[in-house]
């Protein structure tokens, strides 16, 4: 009995030094950096700076107090919500239709996934020539105004056509999911639904829907989680332009650390996105765990 | 058996480990030296590659290895602030960020050194610290100016315009012709921002102190009768750009210019190269920006991309870093440089015979330049006055711009 009990231990030694390495590596390079990440955004370092001072809250008054600050929270809240708006319509009614193909299911399906394996800045810069050199050819040919310009142009517009090149990549991973989804209901319901009587319609909203919540739920925070942190998509294809309409927050961080040289207020925004993150996070872990049990 | 196998491998490591970092140390080998070098452009790169290959050549005990990266003034700054300074560096010496440097001692004083005597005194002057040193050895200078396609200038029958009169007046001939005159790119802010400065230092000879009488809120820019003439000649300048030029890049734009679409645009030096390999045929010239006078006329122009040593190497690799500098001063070499960058040198005895460049090196010469407005303004000020600006090539609001400029500076200088 002591024997066996000795082995376990050391057979649990063994796998605990393999993990070591990546343990180590894991705490320098997220643990440390985050814990220093929050430490930096009480002080005034500069990035650069060998000596800095603790401010307190400072930097957080600064930011509450300044009128970009602000307006990059409501960019990036827009941009989250029609984000979620675009991809969730979107990947349910595509992975509605792919669902019920009879003959291809799994090579239509690999093409509709192919958006999610290409990086979000290469998809941007392909986008930024559309933009620029085929949808105005478009606009003008059939006399619409607002598309006979660059759509990343106006201030109006920029916002919209940078969330949707975003949908057009994100649409790919909810919709393996929805399909996944759709897959545990029982054909048998539908079947006792028909006998019934009940239109297509109904059979999506008292069979379908109430099957897919759950997936439903992880998609959205999932999503919005993609649109607060958002960086690449509006880099790439404006910059933050035109006139900070879509300087969303991580290109507000960005410009502060790196061009405005003020890494320490650049942190105090990091944090404050990190709280809302955050607090998605834990939204969606205790509605995924209830979820399970259910 | 586990527990051998994950002995055997510990040790694996270990040795592994040990071979890595005992290695490096073999006598007579030479002396690595990193040059970090800020221009992403093909002309400077091959510049210096080539010295760098006739320098370890004849100094077999030093080894200079170029290094670029992109985004490169983003890493030479983190790289920096996290102790890892590369022994020889280029950066920008008259801009507020570099004195941050010298402030923190990260930057080697150079004021000692004899071949900054080969350096042409205005440019030097213009790298002062405000402690009186020197702490970099200025190389070329950049500027910005009017690319003008020369063919269809000819064509045309136009003349290098020298005021704002003439240069309106070949405006009007183009656009009778036909000829999109100006191609302007406006989508990134920044490069809003380089038309900015280059129009307020042509335009508004006192312009960019006023700004930084208005950050000190000493004065204010509604009402500034140098800035009304600023956005007034800006936007007849609009009047004669491509209708597109918020959704253009700098890319695209100098496409366009390089296949013909455009007869004139207004970018940096550091544009030159990048046009030129797009169509290597087309023949360009470049002009600064005019003013109502060439006399009262000044253009934008700085030191570019200097050379500078870490404060923190140590003495055998300052010797090397010297002896490397002292090298790339020589007539010779900087004219080899030169050869390829096609910029104004700073060094002494340096010919430039790009003709093309001409008008803008004889300007330049004269001393009728102003610096960039990052050597005396915030970063954090003017970056946010390309946003302002760049509202305005929207909606062409003169007066709006200028009370938009107050308000965005009132924000960004309180922080």
Same mark, same amino acid.
């Given at each position: 009995?002591?024997?066996?009990?000795?082995?376990?231990? #050391?057979?649990?030694?063994?796998?605990?030094?393999?993990?070591?390495?990546?343990? +180590?590596?894991?705490?320098?390079?997220?643990?440390?950096?985050?814990?220093?990440?929050?430490?930096? !955004?009480?002080?005034?370092?500069?990035?650069?700076?060998?000596?800095?001072?603790?401010?307190?809250?400072?930097?957080?008054?600064?930011?509450?107090?300044?009128?970009?600050?602000?307006?990059?929270?409501?960019?990036?809240?827009?941009?989250?919500?029609?984000?979620?708006?675009?991809? +969730?319509?979107? !990947?349910?009614?595509?992975?509605?239709?792919?669902? #019920?193909?009879?003959?291809?299911?799994?090579?239509?399906? #690999?093409?509709?996934?192919?958006?999610?394996?290409?990086?979000?800045?290469?998809?941007?810069?392909?986008?930024?020539?559309?933009?620029?050199?085929?949808?105005?050819?478009?606009?003008?040919?059939?006399?619409?105004?607002?598309?006979?310009? !660059?759509?990343?142009?106006?201030?109006?517009?920029?916002?919209?056509? @940078?969330?949707?090149?975003? @949908?057009?990549?994100?649409?790919?991973?909810?919709?393996?999911?929805?399909?996944?989804?759709?897959?545990?209901?029982?054909?048998?319901?539908?079947?006792?639904?028909?006998?019934?009587?009940?239109?297509?319609?109904?059979?999506?909203?008292?069979?379908?829907?109430?099957?897919?919540?759950?997936?439903?739920?992880?998609?959205?925070?999932?999503? +919005?989680?993609?649109?607060?942190?958002?960086?690449?998509?509006?880099?790439?294809?404006?910059?933050?332009?035109? @006139?900070?309409?879509?300087?969303?927050?991580?290109?507000?961080?960005?410009?502060?650390?790196?061009?405005?040289?003020?890494?320490?207020?650049?942190?105090?925004?990091?944090?404050?996105?990190?709280?809302?993150?955050?607090?998605?996070?834990?939204?969606?872990?205790?509605?995924? !765990?209830?979820?399970?049990?259910? | 058996?586990?527990?051998?196998?994950?002995?055997?491998?510990?040790?694996?490591?270990?040795?592994?480990?040990?071979?890595?970092?005992?290695?490096?140390?073999?006598?007579?080998?030479?002396?690595? &030296?990193?040059?970090?070098?800020?221009?992403?452009?093909?002309?400077?790169?091959?510049?210096?590659?080539?010295?760098?290959?006739?320098?370890?050549?004849?100094?077999?005990?030093?080894?200079?290895?170029?290094?670029?990266?992109?985004?490169?003034?983003?890493?030479?700054?983190?790289?920096?602030?996290?102790?890892?300074?590369?022994?020889?560096?280029?950066?920008?010496?008259?801009?507020?960020?570099?004195?941050?440097?010298?402030?923190?001692?990260?930057?080697?004083?150079?004021?000692?050194?004899?071949?900054?005597?080969?350096?042409?005194?205005?440019?030097?002057?213009?790298?002062?610290?405000?402690?009186?040193?020197?702490?970099?050895?200025?190389?070329?200078?950049?500027?910005?100016?009017?690319?003008?396609?020369?063919?269809?200038?000819?064509?045309?029958?136009?003349?290098?315009?020298?005021?704002?009169?003439?240069?309106?007046?070949?405006?009007?001939?183009?656009?009778?012709?036909?000829?999109?005159?100006?191609?302007?790119?406006?989508?990134?802010?920044?490069?809003?921002?380089?038309?900015?400065?280059? *129009?307020?230092?042509?335009? =508004?000879?006192?312009?960019?102190?006023? &700004?930084?009488?208005?950050?000190?809120?000493?004065?204010?820019?509604?009402?500034?009768?140098?800035?009304?003439?600023?956005?007034?000649?800006?936007?007849?300048?609009?009047?004669? /750009?491509?209708?597109?030029?918020?959704?253009?890049?700098?890319?695209?734009? $100098?496409?366009?210019?390089?296949?013909?679409?455009?007869?004139?645009?207004?970018?940096?030096? $550091?544009?030159?190269?990048?046009?030129?390999?797009?169509?290597?045929?087309?023949? &360009?010239?470049?002009?600064?920006?005019?003013?109502?006078?060439?006399?009262?006329?000044?253009?934008?122009?700085?030191?570019?991309?200097?050379?500078?040593?870490?404060?923190?190497?140590?003495?055998?690799?300052?010797? =090397? /870093?010297?002896?490397?500098?002292? $090298?790339?001063?020589?007539?010779?070499?900087?004219?080899?440089?030169?050869? $390829?960058?096609?910029?104004?040198?700073?060094?002494?005895?340096?010919?430039?015979?790009?003709?093309?460049?001409?008008?803008?090196?004889?300007?330049?010469?004269?001393?009728?330049?102003?610096?960039?407005?990052?050597?005396?303004?915030?970063?954090?000020?003017?970056?946010?006055?390309?946003?302002?600006?760049?509202?305005?090539?929207?909606?062409?609001?003169?007066?709006?711009?200028?009370?938009?400029?107050? /308000?965005?500076?009132?924000?960004?200088? *309180?922080?």
């Amino acid at each position: 009995m002591k024997g066996t009990n000795r082995k376990k231990m #050391s057979g649990r030694l063994t796998f605990f030094l393999f993990t070591l390495i990546p343990v +180590i590596l894991y705490t320098f390079f997220y643990v440390v950096s985050v814990i220093n990440g929050v430490r930096y !955004s009480f002080t005034d370092w500069d990035g650069m700076a060998q000596k800095f001072n603790f401010i307190g809250l400072k930097n957080y008054q600064t930011l509450f107090k300044n009128p970009y600050f602000w307006n990059s929270l409501k960019t990036t809240v827009l941009y989250s919500i029609m984000l979620v708006i675009g991809v +969730i319509v979107t !990947s349910l009614i595509l992975s509605i239709s792919l669902n #019920s193909l009879k003959a291809f299911k799994t090579l239509t399906k #690999s093409i509709y996934f192919v958006p999610a394996m290409i990086g979000g800045v290469t998809i941007a810069l392909i986008w930024d020539q559309l933009y620029y050199r085929v949808l105005p050819v478009i606009g003008k040919a059939l006399g619409i105004g607002w598309l006979s310009n !660059s759509l990343l142009m106006t201030g109006k517009t920029a916002l919209p056509a @940078v969330v949707f090149v975003q @949908v057009w990549q994100a649409v790919a991973m909810p919709t393996v999911i929805f399909i996944a989804g759709l897959q545990q209901i029982p054909d048998e319901q539908y079947e006792s639904a028909k006998i019934d009587g009940a239109t297509a319609f109904q059979r999506f909203r008292y069979v379908t829907l109430p099957y897919l919540l759950p997936t439903v739920t992880v998609n959205l925070v999932l999503t +919005i989680k993609q649109g607060f942190t958002s960086f690449d998509f509006p880099y790439a294809l404006t910059g933050g332009g035109p @006139v900070r309409a879509t300087e969303v927050i991580g290109i507000l961080i960005y410009n502060d650390a790196f061009k405005n040289m003020r890494f320490s207020l650049a942190n105090a925004e990091a944090c404050v996105l990190f709280v809302i993150v955050a607090l998605f996070s834990l939204t969606q872990l205790k509605l995924t !765990s209830k979820g399970g049990t259910d | 058996m586990k527990k051998k196998f994950a002995a055997v491998f510990c040790s694996a490591l270990a040795l592994t480990s040990t071979l890595c970092f005992g290695g490096t140390a073999l006598a007579d080998e030479p002396l690595k &030296i990193e040059f970090f070098q800020q221009k992403g452009e093909e002309g400077p790169q091959k510049g210096y590659k080539a010295i760098i290959e006739k320098f370890n050549e004849e100094n077999p005990d030093i080894e200079i290895e170029m290094n670029t990266v992109p985004d490169a003034g983003t890493v030479l700054t983190s790289r920096i602030s996290s102790g890892d300074i590369p022994v020889i560096f280029s950066d920008f010496p008259t801009q507020t960020q570099f004195k941050q440097k010298v402030a923190n001692g990260y930057v080697q004083d150079l004021s000692d050194q004899d071949f900054l005597k080969n350096v042409n005194e205005s440019s030097l002057e213009m790298t002062k610290q405000e402690d009186g040193g020197y702490y970099a050895l200025p190389y070329s200078r950049n500027y910005i100016g009017v690319y003008y396609n020369v063919q269809m200038f000819e064509d045309n029958g136009i003349e290098i315009p020298t005021t704002w009169e003439e240069f309106t007046a070949a405006c009007d001939k183009l656009q009778e012709a036909g000829i999109t005159p100006v191609g302007m790119h406006g989508k990134d802010p920044s490069r809003v921002g380089h038309l900015f400065q280059a *129009a307020t230092v042509a335009w =508004a000879p006192n312009g960019v102190e006023t &700004i930084g009488k208005v950050v000190a809120g000493e004065a204010t820019i509604e009402g500034d009768a140098e800035f009304q003439n600023v956005f007034e000649k800006m936007s007849t300048l609009l009047s004669y /750009a491509n209708e597109d030029a918020l959704a253009l890049s700098d890319t695209a734009c $100098y496409e366009n210019f390089a296949n013909g679409q455009y007869a004139m645009t207004i970018t940096g030096s $550091y544009a030159k190269g990048t046009i030129q390999s797009i169509n290597s045929d087309l023949k &360009i010239g470049i002009f600064p920006l005019p003013n109502d006078t060439y006399e009262d006329t000044k253009c934008l122009s700085g030191i570019d991309a200097a050379i500078c040593v870490s404060a923190q190497a140590s003495d055998e690799e300052k010797e =090397a /870093a010297y002896r490397f500098l002292a $090298y790339l001063a020589e007539t010779e070499n900087a004219q080899t440089f030169c050869d $390829y960058d096609g910029a104004p040198s700073c060094i002494n005895g340096v010919v430039n015979d790009d003709e093309g460049i001409a008008p803008m090196v004889e300007m330049i010469n004269a001393g009728q330049t102003h610096d960039w407005m990052a050597s005396t303004i915030n970063n954090n000020v003017t970056t946010d006055l390309y946003n302002v600006v760049q509202g305005f090539w929207a909606d062409k609001d003169v007066e709006g711009v200028m009370k938009n400029m107050d /308000a965005s500076i009132a924000v960004t200088s *309180a922080q």
